[in-house]
């Protein structure tokens, strides 16, 4: 079965400094990745969307890499902020599915002053 | 606010119980999703609906079942409940076209579930 890991449960980093994250998959390669984000106690939010047939997206201070030889996705945040500390989820579609999303476990930002 | 709305927000109960957690969808999805979130497990897809229908179940155990009704509003039934099903219920909506249209999914604020 389909399995996602994300690189590390916690990444802590500096103001200012650009976060990046990692979501690597086995088996077969999905159609799209979605980058959530999730506070405590909340539900995840939608942040970006990457086909298999895209290399990169962005969408202000972030962007996100889709590399299906590697099977890895790539998120970055520039210049990040304490506001960007929250924990972050990869989530691709499930099996052959098109709606459905199977996610990692998510990795904890935190971004220091 | 993700305009996905779930009710109750918190729920306390009994092992051996049964649940009933409720989902609106945003105005005009017709897809629905359940997921469970718990510490050890992340979020797991359970079952999505729709326009009423059963479209994909995920691990969705016996005990559980859901169903869309035709206002779009969907519920989630947990039965015979065990401490392990103590955990955060998601649902979320989404624009669900056929033919590779992917969209993203609006989570609800979840309902917090503890099986005593």
């Known amino acids: 079965s389909q399995k996602i890991e994300q690189n590390s449960e916690a990444l802590n980093i500096q103001e200012g400094k650009t976060a990046t994250l990692t979501c690597n998959y086995t088996n077969y390669s999905p159609a799209y990745l979605q980058w959530y984000r999730q506070d405590p106690g909340r539900g995840p939010v939608f942040l970006l969307l990457?086909?298999?047939?895209?290399k990169e997206k962005r969408k202000e201070r972030l962007k996100v890499t889709f590399d299906t030889t590697l099977k890895q996705s790539l998120f970055h945040i520039t210049a990040s902020q304490p506001a960007d500390s929250a924990t972050y989820l990869c989530?691709?579609?499930?099996?052959?599915?098109?709606?459905?999303?199977?996610f990692g476990k998510g990795t904890k930002l935190s971004v220091k002053p | 606010d993700s305009g996905v709305t779930q009710t109750p927000k918190h729920l306390i109960t009994a092992t051996g119980q049964r649940v009933t957690l409720r989902c609106s969808p945003r105005?005009?999805?017709?897809?629905v999703y359940w997921y469970q979130q718990s510490l050890d497990q992340g979020l797991q897809f359970l079952i999505q609906y729709y326009n009423g229908e059963e479209r994909a179940k995920g691990n969705i155990l016996e005990r559980f079942s859901a169903q869309q009704f035709p206002d779009l509003h969907s519920e989630l039934n947990l039965s015979s409940l065990e401490l392990g099903d103590s955990a955060l219920y998601f649902c979320?909506?989404?624009?669900?076209?056929?033919?590779?249209?992917?969209?993203?999914?609006?989570f609800g604020p979840g309902t917090r579930l503890t099986v005593l």
């Open positions: 990457i086909r298999e047939n895209e």
């Open positions: 989530g691709m579609n499930y099996g052959g599915s098109q709606g459905n999303l199977i």
């Open positions: 105005s005009g999805d017709l897809s």
């Open positions: 979320a909506s989404s624009v669900f076209r056929e033919g590779g249209n992917y969209n993203e999914q609006f």
